[in-house]
């Protein structure tokens, strides 16, 4: 501002550069249009070029006179504000909200039950109004942990942390979910308002199904509430932190947090955390669903309405997290590559696998009644996978660099975990009748049966990356067992187990998915095949001659490769 000024007066005298200095001075600096009022309209022509100084100070005194006031206005507003709201969003409010809707959840969970089992209305309603209540009382919560995080709030052992002085505000927002027990907070808010955006949804459709899908995702919350209230609680003050992690004597050396991990300081952090929660928690209410059809022993078109919608949703956001993480993997890390078949990124990528085998097959239950107990199978294992995946980043059993580390969480979430696979199975079992299809396949060359192919090859490429992923685990346990000694027993499984099998089962996928769309539903004939399958096949041998023959090696690809198996032609083929 004192450059600009100063080049503006230079053709005035010394009084009016004086002047000018002086209103540079200020900040904001003047209008030009005020700057020429008094410095040029009120020259002085008998003092060689000079200014009457009194008139032109006492402008400059009014100007700074109301200037001040302006200031003091806005700053005693925001000042204010920042009172009022540093009253309300304090951590004592956010720690009695997470305890408030623990007990909530577990009210809307017996309500629930209570209300479906005797047919009373009321009980229904105040289960529904019980999961309202979770997500405002955790997103008030959630609130007060980002002003705690925003204004550095080192009362907290969470802000010290995650927060240190120098961290802009754009990491201090992202950082809630930067750790343990800011990321399970941020967990449970979008699980209930998963549950809210369903019960909001559909308040006047599925009146059989929806007391025991409210009682599901309150079962499911009131877990989340467990482990947030109890056991990683991310309002715990500083002065009750473990002296052994040694957050408090950090901070009375430095005054300072310890600060966000340097690979989440980016812009990745944003975008693939949030996706990759919103993807697994999405997975809540097809579960749900289906808990509720299996004990209401409704498995049914009117199931398969109910979750497609969620289950595309979920599915299409938990597909765009793991992108993002690969890509953030390949920026980061220094892998080399996209994908470095890391156990936390296996995690990710195992639901997705299961979750793709049922929003396939579930066209062949609406369009042939079938399959059935399989697409009850595959939902319960997309859910039940995600929070073995949880499981994994959070106990501490696997190495990796996306993991949280160890501690008492994981040996919850194992329970968790092990009391849905109880419950599942339970239910299965004794609506096995019901889960019968209608139809059967009648041949083995139709639509439904490379669906069901297809399935396959999904579900054996997640038990292909399931056993890669664990195997380092059970060989470690295997060796402490039989030898008495700890460690050194551990396997390390990497890219030359997977990478081949990966590439073998991906071959398979996209040939059957071009297959696919040359067969008719039920039973393809003989001349149909010959009719669909001659031009796909001439090029395929097209392909072989030009990839193999013509191609030098080091140009052969694996797009030559899926190219030459027909991919491409029998996929345009049957698109035609």
Known sequence: AAHFHGRMFLQYSAANVKCAQRFAAFEPPVRNADVRS???????????????????????????????????????????????????????????????????????????????????????????????????LVLLAVLCLERAMIRRDYSLEYVVEQIDNSMPLYYRITALWGGMNGSLLWWA???????????????????????????????????????????????????????????????????????????????????????????????????????????????????????????????????FGVMLGAKWAYEELGW?????????????????????????????????????GWNVFLILLTFLMTYFGTFLTRSGIVQSVHAFGSGPVGLLLGGFVLSLIVLCTYLVVIRHKALQAENEIEAVLSREATFLYNNVGLLGFMVMVFVGTMFPVFSEAVYEISSGAIGNGKVVVGPPFFNPLAGIITIGLLVLMGIGQLVAWRKTSGGAVRRNFTVPLLVTALSWVFFVIVLPKERQSLAGVFLLLGVVPFSAFGLL
Not at 346 to 372: C, D
């Open 38 to 136: 008094y410095c040029t309209q009120r020259r002085d022509k008998s003092t060689a070029g000079g200014i009457k100084t009194d008139v032109a100070y006492e402008k400059i005194r009014v100007w700074q006179r109301n200037r001040s006031r302006d200031e003091e206005g806005r700053g005693g507003i925001q000042v204010t504000l920042d009172r009022v709201l540093g009253q309300i969003f304090t951590p004592m409010l956010g720690a009695a909200c997470v305890k408030l809707a623990f007990f909530l959840a577990l009210f809307g969970l017996v309500i629930s039950v209570w209300g479906a089992l005797a047919r009373r209305e009321d009980m229904i309603r105040s289960g529904k109004r019980a999961a309202y209540s979770v997500w405002a």
């Open 189 to 319: 808010l979008i699980c209930a308002s998963f549950t809210a955006a369903c019960l909001t949804v559909n308040r006047d459709r599925f009146k059989e199904l929806m007391p025991w899908v409210t009682a599901t995702c309150c079962y499911v919350l009131a877990f989340l509430g467990l482990l947030v209230s109890f056991v990683c609680d991310p309002f715990l003050p500083l002065s009750e932190s473990d002296p052994a992690l040694g957050f408090a004597q950090l901070l009375a050396q430095t005054g300072d947090g310890k600060g966000l991990n340097p690979l989440l300081q980016t812009y990745w952090m944003t975008i693939h955390p949030p996706s990759l929660y919103v993807g697994y928690i999405g997975f809540t209410i097809p579960f749900a669903f289906c808990i509720a059809a299996l004990v209401t022993n409704k498995v049914d078109q009117e199931f398969l309405r109910a979750t497609r919608r969620w289950t595309l949703l979920s599915w299409s956001i938990l597909g």
């Open 336 to 372: 080399g590559g996209y994908w470095g078949w890391d156990p936390v990124e296996n995690a990710s990528f195992m639901p997705w696998l299961v979750a793709t085998a049922y929003v396939h097959s579930v066209i062949i239950q609406e369009k042939r009644g079938m399959l059935k």
